[in-house]
Structures are given as structure tokens and as C-alpha cells.
């Protein structure tokens, strides 16, 4: 099994997929153990010698910060901060999405600005290498202070409290200490507030949505180029001579794209009876350009934050400085995860538009996309499911990032919100998915209603396709093609 190691080398939303998909282990370099042994050791030594508090270290938190605390409590102070902030509600966090929070909070202690002991990071490393996944929960984070109730919840089984998934059951955070033959992290000064203080709920969130983004920007693509053909359209506007002139990155790839993937098509070849073709068809370049630039941006700003140090404070040795300030605001991530819900949702949206016009019996395919309309009712609420997911998006794209709520006592007194862009961006992207998916579904029935072919490209595909969804020659139960048809996207 391969393995990453954790070091000053910066992690792309591209080798976190290496690491995902060769379920590489994780391994903390001979530097950055350095990093983080050194950074305590000063820690320590400042607390010694300081005179005045330190907010997080010996004093209270948020609108608590001027209740000194003694010595001989520092360490129970963290442990009841990690305790009384696992207040998440909801749905449980997706365990691919909990993996991803380990690693990127490994990524963030590692810098050794944050005054943790080399045992507590060493013990997240162990909870992804051995597949323990703290059971989070998507409620509960305002995205300002980090994401202090998610993070929460990822840090209490290191203390033996809290809950876990491994193996496929459930774990109390003492059962599976026990189990794996660990004892529980006795948390020091920091760093609990270390551990809450980060934003790698919404980062957590963001990698993963971006990697599925990837994946469903070139099926939004290859089904928009199947629609196109199956509803026999035309390919001039996607000539690059048209780009050339309004040369969006986004726009410019997605033509060129679409023009690949028609290659040697005998429908596109065929003398058409009309001159133009609808937006949905005709202006699928500048559409799903748009969405790809601003996924583009995005993933600069997500890459620059999964490799930051966001929690608070933060702490520079060799300026012999312990600085509170405000790096776990998510505000960064809160705008882009927006942006991301509504440039996702325009895919979702145009790719319904194609599904509607190929079943609403024009350009010689029948009503419905089957035979016997009237008494077979084809795909036409295959499309209304499309047009429900689609709408839910349009309510989803609202964004989260201009709201925020007075806490503790209003200390905190602007918040980003960027949990909750997070959490609603994932089902804009799932909705993404199924309505993708609905359109591959009717495309693929209306090209097999031609009798001229596609192209190598797009035949090959749907044949492949074949195999798990048939031609549709009267009516079945759909939702099981449908979901055969998400699966399909892979």
C-alpha cells in the first residue's frame, strides 16, 4: 500500500484524489515532526514565563476570554472545550467526507503553528490509517470560530468519548481505544482550541465536492453532446471561430470538448430542416463554460485553504509571538462554496432543458421518446423528476455566505455561514447527479429511436450503457433504470 507523507509539500485537490483513491496511509515526515515537537516546546516554555494571558491557553473562550484560568486547570479547560462544543445535530457527515477532515486537519497541526503535542497528531494519523471515522454531525457550525461543533465531534474519541463508524459498525469512542489497544489523549494547553478552531468541516466538504465536480462537469458535457445529436442539432455553434472571438477559458475547453466528442457523427452530418437550435443546444459552451471557471476559481481558493493554518491562535516561535487573530473565519470558503451551488445548479438547469425539449415530440422523435404515446407514457415523468431536482437547486443556490447571527454574547459578532453552504452545496451537487443521469437516460433512448448513428465515441459509450439500462419499448417501472443510470456516471 502506497503511503503520503505529510511535509511542506502543498496538497492540490488532485493529489488528495491520489491519495483517496490509492487508499494511501499516512506518514508524518522527520521535518514536520520537528515542527510540531518544537512549536510545543516554545508553547510551553511562553506559558511559563508569560506574565500576561494567553487567550485559549489560560483563559476562557469567546466572550470568556477575560476568566484567567490557574494552572492546575489548563488541561481540564480543554478537555471541557472539546466536550461542551459537541453539540452537532442532523444527518450524520458522510465518512468519506470525516476522512477528508482528518486528513486536512492532520495537513494544518503538521505546520507546527498550532502548539499541539507530535501524540495528538500522530493519533489522527492513526484514526485515517486504520479507518476510524468519528461520527460528525452536519448541524451545528456557524463557519466563523472554525468549525467548532463539527470539529468537536471529530476530536472526542481521541478522548475515549463520542462515537465512531470502523468495520461497518458503531463504536463508542472507549470501545474502540480499547478495541485498537490505544489509550485516550490527555489534551494539554491549546490544544483543544487547536483541534475546534479550523475549518476543515467546510474544507472537508469543499475537496470532496470539487472532486465529484470534476467527474460531473465532463458527464455534463459528453450528455449535452448525446442531446445535441439525438435531437439531430447543429454543430456550427460550437465552432472554434465563434469562441476565438469571446475566448472564456470555460468556454472555449467546452466547445472544443463537444466537438470531440461529435467526431465522425452521421446524424450531425445530415441536412437539417431548421437553422438554429434552442439555447439549451446552441449555447452549451458559454453555460457550462461559465460553471467550469467558476469551479476553476474555487478550487484555487479551497486549495489555498486546505493548506493553511487556521486555527487560533497561532503561534510563530521564532518571533517569539503567540498572536490571536482570525484565520478560522470561513468567509473565504463561504463565498466559493455559494458560488460553487450556483454554478453547479446552472448545469443541473440547462441539462434538464435538454431532456425536456428531447421528449416533447419534435424533429421526428415521438412524443415522450416511445412508441404508442397514450397508451405508454415513456419518459414523460422521467423529466418531471429531472424539473424537481432541478427547482430545489434554484431554492439551494440561495447563498448562505450573506447571513450571520450574533454568539457568544456577541463576541463573535460576524459569522460566515460557510458550514451551511457546505452542507446545501452537496445536495445541489447530488441533485447535479440524478438530473445528468435523467438526461443520459433520455438521450440515449432518443438517439436508439434514429436511424442514423452518433459518433465512435458517443456509440461506444451507450452501448457500454446497454448492457444495465435496455431501449424502452413500453412502459416499465423507471426509478430502478434511473438509479442504474446514476450509477452509471462513475
Not at 520537528?34 to 512549536?39: A, E, Q, S
Not at 472545550?81 to 495537513?107: F, N, R, Y
Not at 467548532?148 to 465531534?153: E, G, N, S, V
Request: with cysteine; aromatic share 6%.
Amino acid at each position: 500500500m502506497s503511503e503520503h507523507l505529510i511535509s511542506s509539500e502543498l496538497l492540490s485537490i488532485d493529489r488528495i484524489k491520489e491519495i483517496l483513491k490509492g487508499e494511501s496511509k499516512l506518514v508524518l515526515s522527520e521535518a514536520s515532526k520537528k515542527k510540531i515537537i518544537d512549536c510545543r516546546n516554545y508553547l510551553e516554555e511562553k506559558i511559563e514565563r508569560s506574565t500576561d494571558p494567553i487567550y485559549g491557553i489560560n483563559t476562557g473562550f469567546g466572550s470568556l476570554y477575560d476568566k484567567e484560568i490557574s494552572p492546575q486547570d489548563l488541561e481540564k479547560l480543554q478537555w471541557n472545550l472539546v466536550t461542551s462544543h459537541a453539540c452537532g445535530m442532523g444527518d450524520e457527515v458522510p465518512q468519506e467526507i470525516v476522512k477528508l477532515m482528518l486528513l486536512l486537519k492532520v495537513q494544518g497541526l503538521s505546520q507546527g503553528y498550532s502548539g499541539v503535542q507530535l501524540e495528538t497528531v500522530e493519533r489522527l494519523i492513526e484514526f485515517y490509517n486504520h479507518g476510524v471515522y468519528p461520527v460528525v454531525y452536519e448541524q451545528g457550525s456557524l463557519g466563523a470560530s472554525g468549525d467548532l461543533a463539527p470539529l468537536a465531534h471529530l476530536s472526542l474519541p481521541l478522548l475515549g468519548e463520542g462515537e465512531v463508524n470502523y468495520q461497518g459498525e458503531r463504536y463508542s469512542g472507549k470501545e474502540i481505544l480499547d478495541k485498537l489497544n490505544l489509550q485516550p489523549i490527555v489534551l494539554k494547553s491549546k490544544e483543544g482550541l487547536a483541534l475546534l478552531n479550523g475549518t476543515q468541516f467546510m474544507s472537508g466538504y469543499a475537496t470532496h465536492l470539487l472532486i465529484q465536480l470534476d467527474r460531473l462537469s465532463k458527464w455534463s458535457d459528453i450528455a449535452a453532446a448525446t442531446s445535441l445529436d439525438a435531437f439531430d442539432g447543429r454543430i456550427e455553434a460550437f465552432d472554434h471561430l465563434v469562441h476565438d472571438v469571446r475566448p472564456h477559458k470555460g468556454q472555449l475547453e467546452t466547445a472544443k470538448t463537444i466537438l470531440e466528442h461529435l467526431e465522425g457523427s452521421e446524424i450531425v452530418k445530415r441536412k437539417k430542416q431548421h437553422v438554429q437550435d434552442p439555447y439549451c443546444i446552441r449555447c452549451t459552451p458559454q453555460v457550462h463554460g461559465a460553471s467550469k471557471d467558476a469551479i476553476g476559481y474555487a478550487r484555487g481558493v479551497v486549495e489555498t485553504e486546505i493548506n493553511a493554518v487556521t486555527d487560533n491562535p497561532t503561534i510563530f516561535e521564532d518571533d517569539d509571538k503567540v498572536i490571536s487573530a482570525g484565520n478560522f473565519h470561513g468567509q473565504p470558503l463561504a463565498l466559493v462554496l455559494d458560488f460553487l451551488a450556483i454554478a453547479t445548479a446552472e448545469l443541473a438547469s440547462i441539462s434538464e432543458r435538454r431532456t425536456y425539449k428531447l421528449v416533447s415530440g419534435q424533429r421526428e422523435l415521438p412524443p415522450f421518446l416511445v412508441k404508442n404515446a397514450g397508451l405508454n407514457s415513456g419518459f414523460m415523468i422521467a423529466q418531471y423528476a429531472a424539473a424537481s431536482a432541478a427547482s430545489q437547486n434554484k431554492q439551494l443556490a440561495t447563498p448562505a455566505s450573506v447571513d450571520t447571527i450574533d454568539s457568544s454574547n456577541g463576541q463573535e459578532d460576524h459569522v460566515s455561514m460557510g458550514a451551511n453552504a457546505a452542507t446545501k452545496l452537496k445536495r445541489v451537487v447530488d441533485n447535479l447527479e440524478k438530473i445528468l443521469a435523467i438526461e443520459w437516460f433520455t438521450a440515449c433512448q432518443a438517439l436508439d429511436l434514429r436511424t442514423e448513428k452518433s459518433s465512435t465515441k458517443i456509440e461506444a459509450l451507450k452501448a457500454d450503457y446497454r448492457k444495465v439500462v435496455p431501449f424502452i419499448e413500453n412502459d416499465v417501472t423507471m426509478y430502478p433504470l434511473i438509479q442504474e443510470s446514476i450509477g452509471f456516471l462513475v
